[in-house]
């Protein structure tokens, strides 16, 4: 594994650079990192892909915004552009988680040219509710905890879980696993504070004007509320052609497997590379 720093315009994004074949390119969510994608599986290297992840700006290793409110999806979607330039890179399967999935959509309807698919991983952004008060104030909250008490703030300021109980110590352990990697966690804080009302397309219909094969992968709002399986099915409607995949009752969700994402990201290289 190659570790990268791309040049982002005034910031620098950190990523890594690995294996060869088929380009594929990661996406994380808000307050993750690189890592939380495929959730550390090689499984892509394995079976022949070159694999590129960075952490977005302010997240991870990667530099803060030049200022507090430059995380809006026109800021992610410019770095997404840089890293594949930077990388040499004029089209890529591109795998993307939350504010990672909508940062592809934002490439997608700017620049399809640089797209040969989409694997969207648990989208959440509706823009019918986009500005609404209680949903930004929750945010809102949320990068307050965090600026004032780390990581157990943000825990704090969340609150427990709305999941069932089975679930509860697993998604605290990835919280706080999560949110320590942030070497700039002001740079995380803003992040929160400007994503949530940021805008990477203005409605669902939009959506029909992407051409490249999609795979939406929607979880059950039971082990994972946070980000509707509504959206991914509505987003999977508006798409011309979206596969859309759900998790098995009863069953771990997809998103949180990083071999099941990995062999169904690799499924979609492979008919990608075929075409």
Same mark, same amino acid.
């Given at each position: 594994? #190659? ?20 380009? !594929?390119? /990661?996406?994380?969510?808000?307050? =993750?990192?690189?890592?939380? !994608?495929?959730?550390?599986? $090689? #499984? ?5 892909? %070159? ?16 200022? $507090? ?46 797209? &040969? ?11 019918? !509710?986009?500005?609404?008060? &209680? $949903? ?9 905890? +965090? ?6 703030? +943000?825990?704090? #300021?969340?609150? %427990? ?9 697993? !998604? ?24 949530? $009302?940021?805008?990477? +397309? ?27 399986? =509504? ?10 052609? #979206? ?20 062999? /169904?990201?690799?499924?979609?290289? %492979? ?5």
């Amino acid at each position: 594994m #190659a570790e990268m720093v791309v040049d982002g315009g005034g910031l620098e994004l950190a990523g890594d650079d690995s294996g060869e074949g088929v380009p !594929v390119v /990661l996406l994380h969510g808000l307050t =993750a990192t690189r890592r939380y !994608v495929v959730m550390g599986s $090689r #499984a892509l290297e394995r079976s022949g892909h %070159r694999v590129i992840a960075y952490d977005a700006r302010g997240h991870g290793s990667s530099s803060p915004a030049p200022s $507090r409110d430059a995380y809006t999806y026109d800021d992610l979607g410019r770095d997404l552009i840089a890293v594949l330039d930077d990388r040499g890179i004029d089209r890529a399967v591109m795998a993307g988680a939350s504010m990672g999935a909508h940062t592809l959509l934002w490439l997608a309807l700017r620049a399809p040219d640089r797209v &040969g698919a989409l694997v969207l991983i648990t989208p959440a952004y509706d823009p019918a !509710v986009n500005e609404d008060e &209680g $949903r930004l104030a929750r945010w809102d909250a949320l990068a307050d905890g +965090f600026e004032q008490g780390g990581v157990e703030g +943000f825990i704090a #300021a969340q609150g %427990r879980p709305d999941v069932p109980e089975a679930w509860q110590e697993t !998604v605290l352990k990835v919280t706080r696993q999560r949110l320590s990697q942030h070497e700039h966690p002001q740079a995380v804080a803003d992040a929160l504070r400007a994503v949530p $009302r940021s805008r990477p +397309f203005g409605t669902i219909d939009e959506l029909g004007a992407i051409s490249a094969p999609v795979v939406v992968v929607a979880s059950a709002d039971e082990p994972d509320p946070g980000h509707p399986q =509504a959206v991914g099915k509505a987003y999977a409607a508006a798409i011309p052609g #979206a596969r859309l995949v759900l998790d098995e009752p009863g069953r771990s969700p997809i998103a949180w497997q990083g071999s099941q994402l990995s062999k /169904l990201i690799a499924e979609v290289a %492979r008919e990608v590379d075929a075409r």
